[in-house]
């Protein structure tokens, strides 16, 4: 079978993907792009007329499928999800395999401040944390709203954590635990996060 041509706009998308991943968003300039995904500055500028319009592209179209599998996993677990099956929806779509090469530039920004208010928490993460703090509340009516928010942020946190650390992992594990997949991380991340939700309020 012969493989289809990607389009120039893909390519670009592509290209800038794994540069941003790499090197951060301000580091990566429009000409490093374009050398590596071999099309001229105007096929940018075409496609998306400004380096800020090709970043929000990026990672829309990255985080905009997590958010519709999140909502609809929440969606599948009911009105009475345990914490362990709310924190599956939150983490288990940013986690899958076949999106483990984008890892860097998911880690790289959520973890840039500047990035993270402007580009994702305002446009794409509001809503994730309203439904998913809905969620948790009913799961833990003891816990105040400004703790549940608290602690989702933290999960977050972790969740970048191993994100950004996901191909380097084994290499930090004791020798006797080395042999593991995402399923396993997704698992150990869940009882973690699950056990500090569950902790008293106030301690």
Known sequence: ???????TKTRILDTAEKLFGQNGFDATSLRDITAEAEVNLAAVNYHFQ??????DAV????IEPVNRQRLEMLEAAGPNATVEQILIAFLQPVMRPDISAVYPLIARTLANPDEFLMRLFKKYLSVIVERFGEALGRALPELSRSEITWRLHFTAGAMVHVLARAHAMPELMPESIREFD??????QLVTFCAAGFRAKEGM
């Not at 079978?1 to 389009?7: E, K, L």
């Not at 995402?182 to 698992?187: D, G, H, P, S």
């Open 1 to 7: 079978m012969i493989a289809r041509p990607v389009d």
């Open 50 to 55: 400004s380096k800020d319009a090709l970043i």
């Open 59 to 62: 990672i829309s179209r990255r």
């Open 182 to 187: 995402q399923q396993t991380v997704l698992a």
